[in-house]
């Protein structure tokens, strides 16, 4: 298939907002739940239990989703690899919006017993699972629709809604959380955040309704299992997927989850500084990603995200030394900083990724590389951390040397990955 055909000359607005809209209400749903859940989930749903236990327990079914989404991948890529990325994405979406609804209409432990929390874990698990076979065929449908030269920028716009959900978000739940009590907030106020969301699906499946399927996937041949062909022929890839993509997601969740949490108990700052430290992150990584994608259609994708990955490295030991200041706004710069590095690594991974893999499973191999990646990675970060922090005896330094070892892992899948800008998406005979 030549490089000239594999992609349309321009891709229709209303799947730039299909791939806008999907990680969008992902990341959305990530910051309501992580909040809510610290917030009053173990009152609600873990009320026979003390305190430190019922967080411990309300935090455990955020950690649900994370196991979920592997296994979302390695279905969903097959079926997006076998009947298509659309059919494929229609399915995922109303699968999510019937979990993130039945949490928002979930009745307590006090109404339904011990069905409340079984009832919380499931609706997680299949959070994770249709968010596992969410993003990448939302990505491979971008990429895959777009001219060759412009794969980077298009593909980006995937990973912007990644970085505007938790914004929005959080400004829910600002807004909820000032014009309640406590307790209205306890008793009914948790829900509304959930239940807004139900707006974005409705206008994600329109979306996903009207928009046509993959021309490049119409044309392939189908591999009779996608994944045994993913293995036979391209495990390389898929494990330098998960290296590249893993250090930038153990990047992510080191800054807005670990970090957030020690400027407030380890470093005397506000839960509002705290928050400040964040939303810098994510302004820095939102623009970084759209410049990242756009760069890479022009200087190659392998340097843009190398230099990702070496900012990263870079960051690790001023991100603490900023916060040992005591001064907020140096905290945010290093922290804008930090989603800048990030931006770079993961605005250009639709394209990148996706032309790693010929059509007959590409669903599959960036789904499996990158759900595993963040399993690895970025799922264990904020255990993990604290995990060195205490070992460290309080010493900081321990939790950059992670992540610096993580970056040093990701710039040696990337050099096993290589370049591809430019490459046709071409399909791979007997696969």
């Known amino acids: 298939m030549s490089q ?15 791939g806008f809209i999907s990680t969008f209400i992902e990341w959305y749903d990530f910051l309501v739940y992580g909040t809510v859940a610290a917030l009053v989930f173990s009152q609600l749903f873990f009320p ?89 065929g939302v990505a491979l449908l971008l990429m895959e629709k777009a001219a060759p030269s412009k794969r980077g920028f298009i593909g980006s716009w995937a990973q912007i ?24 907030f306890l008793a009914w106020g948790w829900r509304i955040p959930f239940l807004i969301s139900i707006l974005l699906f409705i206008l994600g499946l329109w979306v996903r309704l009207v928009m046509g399927e993959s021309h490049v996937f119409e044309k392939s041949k189908k591999a009779p299992v996608p994944i045994a062909s993913l293995f036979r022929y391209d495990t390389k890839n898929v494990l330098g997927i998960m290296a590249v993509h893993g250090a930038q997601s153990l990047t ?32 820095g990584a939102t623009a970084a990603s759209m410049f990242g994608g756009w760069l890479s259609d022009y200087t190659g994708r392998f340097k843009v995200v190398g230099a990702g990955l070496v900012l990263s490295i870079l960051i690790a030991f001023p991100l603490f030394a900023a916060a040992a200041t005591g001064n907020i706004y140096l905290v945010m710069l290093v922290t804008f900083t930090a989603g800048v590095a990030c931006g770079l690594i993961y605005g250009p991974e639709p394209a990148y990724f996706g032309e790693l893999f010929p059509t007959q499973y590409r669903y599959t191999g960036v789904s499996v590389g990158v759900q595993f990646g963040t399993l690895a990675a970025g799922s264990t970060a904020p255990i993990v951390g604290t995990f060195l922090l205490q070992w460290a005896g309080g010493g900081t330094w321990a939790v950059a ?10 710039l040696l899948g990337l050099m096993a990955l290589g370049e591809t800008r430019g490459k046709a998406l071409e399909e791979r005979p007997g696969a």
Request: glycine share 14%.
């Open 252 to 283: 992510l969740y080191i800054v807005i989850v670990f970090f957030a949490g020690f400027l407030k108990t380890g470093a005397s700052f506000t839960a509002a500084q705290s928050t400040l430290s964040v939303v810098a992150y994510l302004i």
């Open 161 to 184: 809604g990644g970085y505007l959900g938790p914004l929005v978000g959080a400004g829910v739940l600002a807004v909820v959380t000032t014009f309640t009590t406590p307790q209205e």
């Open 48 to 136: 026979k239990l003390d305190a430190f236990a019922g967080t411990l327990a309300a935090l455990s079914t955020f950690t649900v989703g994370f196991i979920a989404r592997p296994l979302g991948g390695i279905v969903f890529g097959h079926f997006g690899d076998k009947i298509g990325r659309k059919k494929t994405l229609i399915v995922t979406l109303l699968m999510m919006a019937v979990a993130t609804t039945g949490i928002g209409l979930l009745p307590t432990y006090d109404q339904i017993g011990i069905w409340a929390p079984i009832m919380l874990v499931v609706f997680r698990f299949f959070q994770g699972v249709s968010v596992g076979g969410e993003w990448g």
């Open 401 to 410: 040397a992670y992540l610096i070892g993580w970056q040093i892992i990701g």
């Open 4 to 18: 000239k055909t594999d992609g349309d000359i321009k891709v229709p607005s209303k799947v730039v907002v299909a």
